[in-house]
């Protein structure tokens, strides 16, 4: 191992997002993964719990409390939602975190105790954590030491939307998120609502009007939008192991047509690598982006005067989570944010 490398531990490896992040490390040209950790497949090899992993020469999962953070850079935290905020306050400080689950995600602890019934365990950490969507957080993210990853279907609405409200292009209000998921979005722990045959040959909707992830759409709009804000946002499941498609319904402000968004949403991120918008009226979709850190964006005139439809997909597991989490890492260490990014989706 070089003595330059980024010496990388991931807590929760044996689960999607952490087997993911070891995929995407192995090919960041600086990354040194030294420690794995895991719950209940804690003393085997990460390579018997996922075989694909097996060509990397990689350390044994141990539990959390046998770790040795002292000689760490970077840690990724890769665990449930509650769990995570009482791991990372028990760490000692020095290594940056890149925290993937919902626990520093939402900034006001009453709004965190309403939408996760239970009070916050860290509270104190939580007002250090930068929100971590990358292209709009960027100059905080530099500064973190504690990053909150932001959710898969909150990336898929936020990228697009942004912009537009941050010109004023569209009315903050009646902003519909109607959003479809793979099932691999809910975690690689057996539950029922990921059987394959409740998944299998149907969609659902589900968290209708109730979702955890509306708060922390509706606080990262309202950062760009200069006002509160509320969306109505449905998840639905599909069955398929990876990807998002959020389908985005907004009403145009006076005097705005559907192709002033483009351009706007075409500017924005013409300098982004991860952030691409289609052609006028061309439609991506979730085979588009398959593997990749990509958001793909188009933008279509609805047929009532005065709206639009846009169309956003990701891969829940790389832009959605451990992709983000990378590029992440890159923005926080000074590094060039592509590194570690550049597969291609896998299509079809
Ligand atoms: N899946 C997705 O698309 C996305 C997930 N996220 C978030 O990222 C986090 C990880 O998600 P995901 O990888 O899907 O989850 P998984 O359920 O697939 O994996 C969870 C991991 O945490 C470990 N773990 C579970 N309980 C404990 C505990 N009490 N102490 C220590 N380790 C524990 C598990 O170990 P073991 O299996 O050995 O018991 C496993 O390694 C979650 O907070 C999730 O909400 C964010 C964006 C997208
Ligand atoms: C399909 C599915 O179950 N998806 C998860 C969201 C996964 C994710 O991005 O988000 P968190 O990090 O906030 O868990 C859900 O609806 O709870």
Avoid at 96 to 125: C, M, N, V, W
Avoid at 239 to 262: C, K, N, Q, W
Avoid at 280 to 290: C, D, G, I
């Amino acid at each position: 191992m070089s003595s330059t490398g980024i010496r990388i531990g991931i807590l929760g490896a044996s689960g999607y997002t952490g087997a993911e992040l070891v995929r995407l490390l192995g090919d960041h040209p600086q990354a040194e993964i030294r420690a794995l950790t895991a719950e209940r497949q804690a003393g085997k090899p990460l390579g018997e719990v996922f075989p694909q992993l097996a060509i990397y020469d990689l350390p044994t999962l141990v539990k959390i409390d046998e770790l040795d953070v002292g000689g760490l850079d970077v840690i990724f935290c890769c665990l449930p939602h509650a769990t995570t905020q009482a791991i990372i306050k028990s760490l000692p400080r020095g290594p940056k975190i890149i925290d993937l689950s919902a626990d520093f995600r939402l900034r006001d602890p009453a709004l965190y105790e309403a939408t996760y019934g239970h009070a916050h365990q860290a509270l104190e950490l939580q007002e250090q954590a930068v929100y971590g969507l990358s292209e709009h957080y960027r100059d905080a993210i530099r500064k973190a030491w504690l990053v909150a990853n932001p959710g898969c279907y909150t990336t898929t609405a936020e990228l697009p939307l942004i912009p537009l409200l941050k010109e004023r292009l569209i009315q903050p209000e009646g902003i519909i998120i109607d959003a479809k998921s793979g099932v691999s979005g809910a975690g690689r722990d057996a539950k029922q609502g990921s059987l394959f045959t409740e998944v299998t040959e149907g969609i659902h909707a589900y968290g209708v009007a109730t979702h955890r992830h509306t708060p922390e759409i509706e606080q990262c709009l309202a950062d760009f939008a200069g006002r509160p804000m509320r969306v109505t946002f449905t998840p639905h499941l599909m069955p398929m192991s990876r990807g998002i498609l959020g389908t985005i319904y907004v009403r145009l402000a006076a005097g705005i047509s559907p192709e002033d968004l483009h351009r706007c949403l075409a500017g924005a991120y013409a300098d982004e690598p991860f952030v691409h918008v289609l052609p006028f009226k061309s439609l991506p979709a979730t085979r588009h982006v398959r593997g990749s850190n990509l958001c793909l964006i188009g933008v279509h005139p609805s047929r009532i005067p005065g709206e639009a439809i846009l169309v956003s997909v990701l891969d829940n597991l790389v832009k959605g989570a451990s992709g983000q989490a990378i590029q992440n890492m890159n923005i926080v260490l000074g590094l060039d944010e592509r590194l570690g990014l550049s597969q291609r989706p896998l299509f079809p």
